[in-house]
């Protein structure tokens, strides 16, 4: 299984290390691309036809701005999109409305404001629908989570 990592600018990779950090932690295989929906749009497309034709599962993609990237690549499959905002201006509020406010029919999938973990997380969940070695792995991982919550909260809080 395969997930695509993409994103707009090479200022972009230290926010969209989480997704891949995430995928990594479940032995997801991802290749990652910086491509630009304004800037290169032939390119992009020939990825995405790559893509379509390969393995990938979702693709994950950020951008801030206008950040329409997320959108455009939507546009260009029937794959899962999920959309990171990047804050690179408004607090990043301008790319969170942008990649939410999809038109009907072509959805994104979007996380908080540079949260690429949780765009990773939830690939990991979308591909643990189809593969049980994955969703074991997705089990053991919330449990590990808990337990560690407990122990590091078991003793009460000083102030």
């Known amino acids: 299984m395969k ?17 891949a950090t ?7 295989e991802y290749e990652a691309h910086i491509l630009s929906a304004h800037r290169v749009p032939e390119r ?3 990825v995405l036809d790559k893509l379509e034709k390969e ?6 993609a950020g951008a801030g701005l206008a950040a329409h ?9 029937t794959k899962p999109v999920i959309g990171v905002p990047i804050n690179a201006a408004l607090n990043g509020m301008d790319s969170l409305l942008a990649i939410v406010q999809m038109p009907k029919s072509i959805p994104v ?7 690429s973990y949780n765009a990773g997380m ?29 122990k590091d909260n078991n003793e009460g809080v000083e102030f």
């Not at 990237?69 to 499959?77: D, E, R």
């Not at 999938?109 to 949260?115: F, K, S």
Request: aromatic share 6%; hydrophobic share 45%.
């Open 3 to 19: 997930v695509a990592i993409i994103f707009g600018s090479k200022s972009d990779k230290d926010v969209m290390k989480g997704a």
């Open 22 to 28: 995430a995928l990594k932690e479940f032995g997801i």
């Open 44 to 46: 992009l497309v020939e």
């Open 55 to 60: 393995d990938c599962q979702c693709i994950i």
């Open 69 to 77: 990237l997320p959108g455009v690549i939507a546009s260009h499959t």
């Open 109 to 115: 999938a979007t996380v908080g404001i540079n949260n």
């Open 122 to 150: 939830l690939a990991v969940q979308m591909l643990a629908l189809k593969d049980e070695t994955i969703a074991k792995k997705l089990i053991q991982y919330r449990k590990d989570m808990k337990d560690k919550f407990i």
